[in-house]
């Protein structure tokens, strides 16, 4: 069965510091992996999804197979950075999604 | 993106009672999703709805418990049944979004049972 963990609840970094969110998986098949953020008092949204490579925000996330990670990585962190960030993979299109624990990014000033 | 309402935003609800919660969604969907997250933890997928048929429920999750209307293509409910403390959570419905190729989440329900 697929399995999304996340190692730390919570995070806390300086603003303008490196912050790195891990996030490693197991799935036997090919994922899609997505990080979603929530903000305090906001719904649950999407952030980035591997398949786009994009940048959001200022975060990348890379898929590594090799280590079955997809961490979540930006290079200078801001204060409304601070948010619940959920790791999660889907086994295709529109298929089931299974959420990490999530962790807590406190960015302080 | 698709834009959900979800309604209500919050409940507090007796013991051995219920609550309906209702999702629209503003295109139309095949599937939706019902999550639960409980304090502290993650979100843990209840049910698919899909029109025009029964729901499928994830392993300790029982119709009986969380019965799911699913009338069209843009409307859901859930229904929180027999409700104890234990039941207290927060409930979100998620579609997946095609133009965004992602999931798209309600604002959730946050149920506390007294």
């Known amino acids: 069965a697929q399995r999304v963990t996340q190692p730390e609840k919570l995070l806390s970094v300086f603003k303008g510091a490196p912050v790195e969110l891990k996030c490693n998986y197991s799935y036997s098949g090919s994922p899609e992996l997505f990080w979603y953020v929530q903000y305090s008092r906001q719904r649950l949204q999407l952030l980035l999804r591997h398949i786009s490579r994009e940048s959001i925000k200022g975060f990348t996330a890379d898929l590594n197979k090799g280590e079955t990670s997809f961490h979540l990585k930006k290079p200078f962190a801001q204060e409304e950075d601070s948010a619940m960030y959920y790791c999660?993979?889907?086994?295709?299109?529109?298929?089931?999604?299974?959420f990490g624990p999530g962790t807590r990014l406190s960015v302080l000033p | 993106s698709a834009v959900i309402s979800q309604k209500p935003s919050r409940d507090i609800c007796q013991r051995g009672t219920s609550l309906t919660i209702q999702c629209q969604v503003d295109?139309?969907?095949?599937?939706m999703f019902w999550y639960r997250q409980q304090p502290g933890q993650s979100l843990t997928l209840i049910a698919t709805?899909?029109?025009?048929?029964?729901?499928?429920?994830e392993s300790g999750f029982v119709i009986d418990k969380f019965p799911i209307s699913r009338p069209n293509l843009t409307f859901s409910t859930l229904t929180v049944s027999n409700l104890s403390p234990e039941d207290s959570s927060i409930y979100l419905c998620?579609?997946?979004?095609?133009?965004?190729?992602?999931?798209?989440f309600g604002s959730g329900t946050r149920l506390t049972v007294v």
């Open positions: 709805a899909n029109q025009g048929s029964e729901a499928t429920y």
């Open positions: 998620s579609v997946w979004d095609r133009t965004s190729y992602g999931y798209t």
């Open positions: 999660a993979l889907s086994e295709g299109y529109g298929q089931n999604f299974v």
């Open positions: 295109s139309q969907v095949t599937m």
